[in-house]
């Protein structure tokens, strides 16, 4: 078996209730396709990777999300993928239990797949449009342009890495907590923090 760390444990043990054992179930799949596939917490959420990223796992309020690298680029020969991400991050959907997602067979033809990808040095093609980049809400800009030091910040961000704030945000149930969330944003980017820092080492 491949490298585990302790702050994928952490992050499992702080997930909802409901993603602990879809995420448990993701990472033991994941490291029973290959046993040089190692963890690493990047952008907040647990990644795993072999000669390049392979997949990620992610845990939400409602839901879960795993996603392949390359899934662009991949094969979808039992059409799980989802590409077009409009209302969940993920290759697979909003996931809220291990009853949404495909056979476990299936998941792992398709990590082998992502792998041998690797192996061969494929590489996605960059994209040349912004069509994917998720608009940033008028407040959370506004909060961002008084900041100059956060405002360059989240724009180095990649776009997966918005998405995740500007989600949290638009989460937000009470006005009171869209504000707190947006202070927290701005405070949390300006040190160049992701999301999901407290999970990070």
């Known amino acids: 078996m491949g490298k585990q760390i302790k702050a994928v444990d952490t992050y499992i043990a702080k997930a909802q209730p409901f993603a602990q054992p879809i995420l448990e179930y993701l990472r033991e799949i994941v490291h029973s396709v290959h046993p040089?596939?190692?963890?690493?917490?990047?952008?907040?959420f647990p990644n795993f990777d072999y000669k390049g990223p392979v997949c990620s796992m992610a845990s939400f309020k409602?839901?879960?999300a795993f996603?392949?690298?390359?899934?662009?680029?991949?094969?979808?020969?039992?059409?799980?993928?989802?590409?077009?991400?409009?209302?969940?991050?993920?290759?697979?959907?909003?996931?809220?239990s291990i009853k949404d997602l495909p056979p476990k067979k299936v998941i792992v033809k398709y990590i082998k797949q992502a792998i041998k990808l690797n192996e061969e040095g494929i590489k996605v093609p960059k994209k040349t449009s912004s069509k994917t980049e998720i608009t940033i809400p008028e407040d959370l800009a506004n909060a961002l342009?008084?900041?100059?030091k956060a405002q360059k910040h989240f724009q180095g961000f990649s776009p997966s890495h918005r998405k995740e704030y500007i989600m949290w945000i638009e989460e937000a149930k009470r006005e009171e907590t869209r504000k707190k969330r947006i202070e927290s944003t701005v405070e949390w980017v300006s040190e160049g923090k992701g999301r999901n820092w407290k999970y990070e080492k």
Do not use: R, Y
């Open 62 to 64: 409602a839901h879960c």
């Open 36 to 44: 040089e596939i190692n963890e690493v917490i990047k952008w907040g």
């Open 145 to 148: 342009a008084k900041n100059k």
């Open 67 to 96: 996603s392949f690298w390359k899934g662009a680029i991949m094969k979808d020969e039992d059409s799980i993928l989802q590409i077009t991400e409009k209302d969940a991050m993920g290759s697979l959907g909003k996931i809220t």
